[in-house]
């Protein structure tokens, strides 16, 4: 590192001093505090985006600044890797090690050990380039300007700003770029619609939902989606969808609305009650990454029907699996054009055990991994197809770049020898579908089109839909305790390998319920422990958390459990 660099880093990083007493970790979701005590973390996670991208060959690198269901007093930083996902898990330690250096002097000293370490190329011809977004909260202004600073930095590196964008949008932006695609927000809002109307137009006759059903209203949680779904609904002219908490009537950003909101307490959220009855609607979360969709059943209570994110993953589960059938009827005997595609669905532990049975009972391969959308999302990618979700609504489908190339030289033939034979559109829909989800992260508005079609391809209400299977009551609990750390876990988080003696413990409570299940696993950032059970009944499910809940207390020492 020369003296211009040093004398760079240590100029800027004056201005963006440590507050006293804070210490954050980098998670799965980034950087998340409250706004106010944020600035010297996103001034130093825009020199971390730099070095990244030039230790990736001048890759392009994201800077989301997010807290996406979180209040709107919050907000967040999280860093998108070249592929569009979540940055290298090789790299989080050094994130933590910079947000919590706690002076420009050792800031300095710790940035040239891990540029001396990773052999990042601070001087030659590479440019380091990173794009900026942030969602609706009013911090993000004043945090933009930080991480432009930390970018700046950094001799050499851009900050391309993309202005007030969901999160799957700016990841899908950064994989774009880094594909050689154009990667504007037009571009993604055309590469999506252009692939729903794909799809649509590809329904066989007579599937059509019914017009009582015609009609889809979605909560923008008062956030940045409901901003970008007015966008994509006029491009999209002839779909009829109704846009609440949009956020321009004054409502406050995930306040009493958004998908965490109604997937986690099954209520109504603000705006909607006995007028919607029947109507097919869905919830965004602030930053638009999750989406969850419900129903009100009644005019009497405020209560709901929830679709939640393993039902989503079941529906396109069966619709991927329906192409890949029909794919495989045809030239079976021609080994040349045969492939047989794995599909895989991935889940953690806290799929509804209902919709795991369901899943399995279709015959597909379903694995699990821990708690995180990381392990998600790299255990799908082992797959030709891997979808995953997690019950908040936060996932995606991930296609292998063999089983495009394949499926697109198929579509091909397809189309020269059997043009319109349901081979050749079984195709064509999977190379839809391919283009509509977002392939690098979860994104509730890609996501929400691509169930939009597939209803209409099966001719489903959201009460068909919903009638898939019927979850089992469960019920989460957290324990506090004095060390989180003295409970190791095996097996995606299923089984408890310490304290000895646990895991029988929790089998014997376990076994005293008809269809029960149970599992704990330490929280990530603060010192609890997590319970999760499930049960027959919602009175055996309360009982079995209960119950582990008080093993916790006993093979850890002390404890208090809530909801």
Avoid at 19 to 30: D, E, I, K, M, N
Avoid at 106 to 117: A, G, M, S, Y
Avoid at 297 to 308: G, R, T, W
Avoid at 422 to 449: C, F, H, P, T, Y
């Amino acid at each position: 590192m020369n003296e211009d660099q040093r004398s760079l880093l240590l100029s800027s990083s004056s201005r963006f001093p440590l507050p006293q007493g804070v210490r954050l970790s980098y998670g799965t979701a980034g950087f998340r505090a409250d706004a106010a005590l944020l600035e010297s973390t996103v001034y130093r996670v825009g020199i971390l985006a730099a070095l990244r991208s030039l230790k990736m060959d001048g890759s392009v690198i994201g800077v989301m600044l997010t807290a996406s269901h979180n209040r709107v007093s919050d907000n967040g930083v999280k860093i998108a890797d070249p592929s569009g996902g979540m940055l290298s898990q090789s790299w989080e330690p050094f994130a933590d090690a910079l947000a919590n250096a706690p002076t420009s002097q050792h800031l300095l000293q710790l940035i040239t050990k891990f540029v001396e370490k990773e052999n990042i190329p601070l001087e030659g011809v590479r440019r380091a380039e990173i794009m900026l977004g942030r969602d609706t909260r009013p911090s993000g202004e004043s945090l933009l300007e930080a991480a432009k600073q930390g970018i700046s930095s950094i001799l050499g590196a851009v900050a391309i700003d993309m202005g007030i964008v969901t999160t799957p949008q700016l990841h899908w932006m950064v994989r774009a770029r880094n594909k050689g695609i154009k990667a504007s927000e037009l571009d993604y809002f055309e590469q999506l619609s252009s692939s729903f109307r794909c799809l649509v137009g590809l329904i066989p006759s007579g599937s059509k939902i019914s017009e009582v059903d015609e009609k889809l209203v979605v909560d923008g949680a008062n956030g940045v989606g409901g901003e970008k779904l007015e966008v994509l609904r006029k491009v999209l002219d002839g779909m009829v969808v109704e846009i609440r908490n949009s956020g321009k009537d004054g409502g406050v950003l995930n306040e009493g609305v958004g998908a965490d909101c109604v997937q986690k307490e099954k209520f109504a959220p603000s705006g909607f009650g006995s007028q919607d009855v029947g109507l097919r609607c869905a919830s965004l979360d602030g930053d638009a990454d999750r989406l969850v969709y419900f129903s009100v059943p009644s005019k009497s209570c405020n209560k709901i029907d929830l679709v939640d994110g393993d039902k989503i993953l079941s529906l396109f589960a069966i619709f991927i699996k329906e192409q890949l059938n029909t794919l495989s009827k045809e030239g079976s005997e021609n080994t040349s054009s045969s492939y047989h595609a794995r599909l895989g669905v991935v889940q953690t532990a806290y799929a509804n055990g209902a919709s795991i049975d369901y899943l399995k009972m279709l015959g597909l391969e379903v694995v699990f991994t821990p708690t995180g959308v990381k392990y998600l999302h790299e255990k799908a990618a082992e797959y030709d197809i891997g979808i995953y979700f997690e019950a908040n609504g936060h996932g995606t489908i991930i296609f292998s770049e063999s089983f495009l190339c394949w499926l697109e030289a198929r579509y091909q033939e397809l189309s020269s020898v059997s043009k319109g034979s349901e081979q050749q559109k079984a195709a064509l829909r999977l190379l839809a579908v391919s283009k509509l989800i977002n392939q690098a992260v979860g994104d509730a508005l890609s996501g929400l089109l691509l169930v939009e079609a597939i209803l209409q391809h099966m001719g489903w209400s959201i009460q068909r839909w919903s009638e898939l299977y019927k979850d089992l009551p469960s019920r989460q609990l957290k324990v506090k305790v004095v060390d989180r750390t003295a409970v190791i876990t095996a097996n995606a988080e299923t089984v408890v390998v310490r304290p000895l003696g646990f895991q029988e413990a929790i089998n014997a409570e376990t076994a005293k319920h008809p269809r029960g299940r149970s599992f704990i696993r330490p929280s990530g950032t603060e010192d609890v422990i997590r319970v999760y059970a499930e049960a027959s009944t919602q009175e055996a499910a309360d009982s079995l958390a209960n119950s582990v809940a008080r093993l916790v207390d006993q093979f850890l020492g002390f404890g208090s459990s809530q909801k």
